[in-house]
């Protein structure tokens, strides 16, 4: 396969003698590699190259001027904004938000050299007429809308003065200048002397250029297109070429050179559909694991164009170890690195300090970073403390002073890491630098290269801001500080060091311009991304840009067609791969190129389409079982003698396995900090609060009038529970707040129901929050069974003695009625009439009371009453007879069932299993 750059220089030696005088013009800097081993590879004695440049360069080289970064030329922007605009002008903050947008369309009307006083007139009438206000007085907001779209024209040429003074300027500015100047520099060069090579989709500016040059007899232009799609009218691959040859007057007298007929020859096509963006990078590391094992591929042929730049990571984690020589054009955003992170994190700190202090969660993210735990000299120790401290003392908000003395090792860390002084941007660089230069310090001694050059890539950010500081005086908060480390993080790459001009080449869809390989995988052939759509980041409306010449996104796909196209010409074997699973982040449906491609008048066979997917085998869940040997029975036997609670054996009855977790083992669920009330915690305040208010009635019958004196108690209690129950954490706002309000409602509406209740009724109050214990011997364990547990209420209604539970979450009759007692053991959503019983029980041993009844006191649905526990008929449905009383018959059955239970947990032969749901 003959490579068009191969063309290019077999045609240019043919005329030409190669020495510096020799101007090359192309599209990138990869391309002036290739073009220059090209020369080097067809020359077989030793002289000087040719001049090579990037079409960037050459421009910049005859504008005279040079191209400034995109942060000095938004820094610059706002300084001329800001100089015409005075007060009324936005902070930097809010202009580096738009401020990019109207700096590309700066750029873009200078490079297509648009009449600026034209265009702006236009824009300014179509704002006008949008805002088109009634009244004859506009409000101040359109006046100042209307005065800024007014003023765009000012601010254009006072920018653009201002830049040239410094002689610098944006690309679109540079370009102007040098579509000003072509004809001075085109007097002073070589017929022949300049070569055009590979261009598609040029500016006006470059046209210009370009054109003058042909005019002239300097220059000649090679263009890498296949004959087909300039024949065919509609294909938008020829797009940019059809309209030169028909508009340029080089073409009346001039054919085309470096058109080549080798689309239509046969190819290897594989259109491979595949779940995800992760898996397309799998799938390309599986390719190039099959070429490698094929001793006919060559891996200087081969090519991966990655559609979405964002599989970079993913993609080089997927390159096989058989790979042996990989070159990566495109750099690694510096963004995705740890140092970045680092940093952002760390900014992010400072911007969300209050007076409160910092939210625990920023400062649990900051220290979980890789980097800081390198920072401290005993990392395990110091987090650990930090970690327990929120846990134990509900740290929520924390001051950086709580922090300092976490450990006497780490504390001077601490105090860098965590200060009240980093209150200015400035302060806050300085600490960046302090930081960088320890953490330089460990690097070098655990000899960590890469996190080296991560972190020196930074440090030449964060100097850059500095600088950038000291120059202008308008970012004077942390928040402008982030937005401005953000555009540049987002903007710097780390470059892959390597031999270029080895191995599989990986790259992006620009960077193969020029470029030819036999094998070529193209990733993300998605709506949206191959070619990227609708997307328009413009103040200029569409159809003034139409009026004017300007590109729109139709120019913009035929610019990703041309690519696509031109990257199938020459190649052999092609694979294109596509996300099946389209979404909103990761593209759309398949491409049009591949419905174009399949559309074609190829030969059959020549294009094959899988759907590629990793195979998944379904195993059959393992039912978890934990077996009990005589370690895990003498741990029952001592929580046996300490005692089971009613609600521990009703945890066996749900899951086995939680039980033994927590209550042999001893495990805990790991405690969480709690910004928001948890459901426990909401149960514990009520019942707190429900004592403090009932505790002066215990032993007395309860008044209307004394309960209604007790209303206005409840928000002081409720206060007073929260701060022992839940202290470090204020009840004046968020979700803490309305669940303070909303236990003040469940209290206020449940003594309310009591007042209703005890005009009604004599109701004895017996005790509140009893706690209860007694010992069961159970037939067949030669130890008894310690059963304890507090009871929230016992009282007599009329006589009639009540064993009572509240209970805050969701509670169904169906829980609390039973119809075969072998149900209370073994089905898990009996849970609360097992509860009730044990309880019934307990007193029963203690006080030999029969007779009475056991309820829930439902706080989420007071107004159905209480649930009594009952039993009833197994037929006769919602009418079947129900007996509330618990009679020594009663107990008789449950006491039966219990010890069932009770021998199941100590038999070594039944084995702790988890539920089969």
């Known amino acids: ?76 922007l706002y300084q001329v904004y800001k100089s015409i605009h005075g007060d009324k002008a936005d902070n930097f903050h809010d202009f580096s938000n738009w401020g990019n947008t109207l700096l590309q369309d700066f750029n873009e009307i200078d490079r297509y050299l648009i009449p600026q006083k034209q265009l702006f007139a236009y824009l300014s009438a179509i704002q006008e007429t949008n805002h088109w206000y009634v009244k004859a007085d506009k409000t101040p907001m359109i006046e100042a809308y209307i005065e800024f779209w007014n003023s765009l024209e000012t601010i254009y040429h006072k920018f653009s003065k201002h830049l040239i003074d410094q002689n610098i300027g944006y690309q679109g500015l ?32 470059e046209s210009t250029i370009i054109q003058c040059l042909l005019d002239q007899k300097k220059a000649e232009i090679y263009w890498d297109i296949d004959p087909v799609f300039i024949e065919d009218p509609v294909h938008d691959a020829g797009y940019f070429v059809r309209s030169y040859l028909k508009n ?92 970045a992170s680092l940093y952002s994190e760390f900014i992010a700190l400072y911007l969300n300090w209050n007076s409160k202090g910092w939210y ?13 735990k390198r920072l401290f000299k005993k990392p395990e120790e110091t987090l650990t403390q930090l970690y327990k401290e929120i846990r ?60 080296l050059e991560y972190l020196a890539k930074t440090l030449v950010v964060i100097n850059e801001i500095k600088i950038y500081l000291n120059k202008y005086d308008f970012i004077y908060d942390i928040k402008s500080l982030q937005s401005l480390y953000r555009e540049l993080t987002n903007k710097e790459t780390l470059d892959f060091y390597g031999k270029p001009l080895e191995g599989i080449q990986l790259m992006g869809m620009l960077e193969s311009r020029n470029l030819d390989f036999e094998t070529v995988i193209i990733t993300s052939l998605n709506e949206g991304i191959l070619p990227s759509g609708k997307t328009s980041g413009s103040f200029i409306p569409f159809d003034l840009k139409q009026e004017f010449r300007m ?95 009613p609600s521990s054996l009703s945890s066996y009855i749900k899951d086995p396995i939680d039980f033994y977790k927590k209550y042999v083992l001893g495990m805990r669920e790991s405690e969480e900090v709690e910004e928001n009330i948890a459901a426990n915690t909401f149960g514990t305040i009520i019942h707190a609060s429900i004592e403090i208010l009932y505790q002066p009635f215990v032993g007395s019958v309860l008044r209307p009038e004394a309960i209604r004196e007790r209303i206005s108690l409840i928000p002081e209690v409720v206060r007073n529970a929260f701060a022992d129950y839940y202290p470090n954490v204020s009840l004046t706002e968020g979700k803490n707040l309305i669940a303070y309000h909303v236990i003040q409602r469940y209290l206020h509406k449940f003594l309310e129901m009591e007042i209703e209740s005890s005009r009604n009724h004599k109701i004895e109050l017996i005790a509140v929050e009893e706690e209860l214990s007694t010992t069961i011997t159970v037939q067949g364990l030669e130890f008894p069974i310690c059963l304890k547990g507090t009871i929230d209420r016992i009282d007599k209604k009329d006589g009639v003695l009540r064993i009572l539970d509240y209970k ?40 030999g009371t029969e007779n009475f009844e056991a309820a829930i006191i439902p706080f989420r649905s007071l107004e159905n009453g209480f649930m009594r526990f009952c039993t009833k008929e197994a037929s006769g449905g919602r009418y079947s007879k129900k007996d509330y009383i618990i009679t020594s018959a009663t107990l008789l059955e449950f006491r039966e069932q219990f010890e069932l239970l009770i021998r199941k947990i100590f038999d070594q032969e039944v084995a702790f299993e988890a539920p089969q749901n």
Request: no cysteine; charged share 20%; glycine share 4%.
């Open 1 to 76: 396969m003959n490579t068009f750059l191969e063309e290019v220089v077999s045609d240019i030696i043919s005329e030409k003698v190669v020495d510096d005088d020799l101007v090359l013009v192309v599209p990138s800097k990869r391309a002036s590699l290739f073009l220059l081993q090209k020369f080097a590879q067809a020359t077989s004695k030793a002289g000087f190259a040719p001049t090579i440049y990037t079409i960037e360069e050459f421009i910049g080289l005859i504008s005279g001027l040079t191209y400034a970064s995109n942060t000095q030329l938004i820094f610059e």
């Open 174 to 205: 540079v370009y102007r200048k040098a579509s000003q100047n072509i004809e001075e520099y085109a007097a002073e060069v070589n017929e022949g002397s300049h070569y055009f090579i590979g261009f598609n989709a040029l500016n006006t500016s």
């Open 248 to 339: 340029w007057s080089h073409f009346e007298k001039n054919t085309l050179k470096g058109p080549a007929p080798n689309y239509l020859q046969e190819k290897n096509i594989n259109i491979i559909g595949v779940p995800r963006n992760v898996s397309q990078a799998k799938y390309v590391g599986s390719l190039l694991k099959q070429f490698t094992a094929d001793s006919k591929h060559s891996p200087q042929s081969t090519a991966v164009i990655l559609g979405d730049e964002n599989l970079l990571n993913p993609l080089l984690n997927s390159i096989p170890d058989v790979v042996s020589s990989i070159n990566i054009t495109m750099g690694l955003p510096l963004s995705q690195t740890p140092a």
């Open 360 to 372: 625990y969660n920023d400062i649990i993210s900051l220290v979980s970073h890789p980097y800081i």
């Open 392 to 451: 134990e003392k509900n740290w929520v908000y924390i001051q950086p002073e709580q922090l300092h003395n976490l450990s006497k090792e780490d504390r001077s860390i601490l105090q860098l890491l965590f200060s009240r002084k980093y209150t200015s941007p400035g302060k806050l660089l300085d600490a960046s630098i302090e930081i960088a230069h320890e953490l330089k310090e460990r690097f070098e001694s655990f000899g960590d290269s890469i996190a």
């Open 551 to 645: 590109p729109t996104y139709k120019e913009k796909d035929a610019v990703y067609t041309y690519h696509f196209y031109r990257l199938l010409q020459r190649a052999k074997n092609i694979y294109l791969l596509y996300n099946t699973e389209p979404d909103v982040l990761e593209g759309g449906e398949k491409s049009r190129f591949i419905s174009q491609l399949l559309s074609e008048n190829r030969v059959e066979g020549s294009i094959r389409q899988i759907i590629a997917s990793p195979s998944m085998s379904l195993t059959a869940p393992i039912r978890k079982s934990i077996a009990k040997d005589v370690s895990v029975l003498s741990l029952l036997r001592e929580r046996a003698r300490k005692g089971f609670s």
């Open 808 to 847: 805050t979450g969701n509670t169904k009759n169906s829980e609390v009625e039973i119809t075969g007692w072998d149900a209370i053991t073994t089905e898990p959503d009996k849970g609360k009439a097992f509860q009730m019983m044990a309880y019934s029980l307990m007193y029963n041993e203690k006080y």
